[in-house]
């Protein structure tokens, strides 16, 4: 193998290596992105904060509403048990207990609102821990699945970059600087090789005078096309 077929080659090398590594990288970022499971799960929390919540304030009504019960039961006590003066201490006590009465009334209605609303909560949170659990059943298959492709890419680069090991031996370290440099500028294709009388990647037609030269002389040229190392072979 000459310098140049060494050189075709290991352009094809490094190719490969820049699409393995590049997917190598994807594989990386897939496996450290836990965006579906995040947001579910702080779906769940802001669920159980809810609930909490919603309990807590409910606790409260009750006992409200037990001291309300309470205190008209001990007025319709006093009211009954013939201990009240005159007629406007009656009305008073009476007027006391029908305003308990709404009072009580309307806190029954509001812990009747917070229940239904916990429940509502409650069958969207047991909603959104099936959804939790399904998607942590799949992301666990995924994460598998990548971590044997991830094992099958570490191989497959730590070959190809032994095989780039050995062939850069081949080439002389003026040929291969100028690779390196070319490759970097021109997307990772710094050789083109020649296509009949044209350059291989950009098609332009080389004038015969030079191509005879090039062919003559073995020598690498670049091209006017593209700026690339055009190789004959
Ligand atoms: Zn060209």
């Known amino acids: 193998m000459n310098d140049y077929e060494s050189l075709i080659e290991l352009q094809a090398i490094d190719l490969s290596l820049d699409k393995q590594e590049s997917l190598a990288e994807e594989i990386l970022t897939e496996l450290a992105d836990r965006t579906a499971l995040d947001q579910l799960e702080f779906k769940q929390l802001a669920v159980e904060n809810e609930l909490s919540t919603l309990a807590q304030k409910q606790g409260r009504l009750q006992l409200e509403l037990n001291e309300t019960k309470d205190r008209i039961s001990s007025l319709t006590e006093r009211m009954y048990a013939g201990t009240l003066r005159n007629e406007k201490e009656l009305k008073s006590v009476q007027e006391e207990i029908t305003f308990l009465e709404g009072v009580y009334k309307e806190k029954e209605e509001t812990v009747l609102e917070l229940m239904l609303k916990a429940e509502s909560y409650s ?65 990772g294709i710094a050789v083109s090789q020649l296509s009949r009388d044209m350059c291989g990647v950009c098609r332009i037609v080389i004038p015969s005078s030079e191509l005879q030269q090039m062919k003559r002389s073995k020598e690498w040229r670049k091209c006017s096309g593209c700026g690339r190392m055009i190789v004959a072979g």
């Open 123 to 187: 069958s969207l949170g047991l909603s959104i821990t099936e959804k939790l659990m399904i998607a942590t059943g799949k992301a666990q298959e995924r994460q598998d699945s990548l971590q044997t492709q991830k094992h099958d890419l570490e191989i497959t680069i730590a070959t190809q970059r032994a095989q780039r090991d050995k062939l850069v031996k081949n080439i002389t370290k003026t040929l291969l600087d100028s690779y390196t440099q070319l490759r970097t500028k021109k997307g």
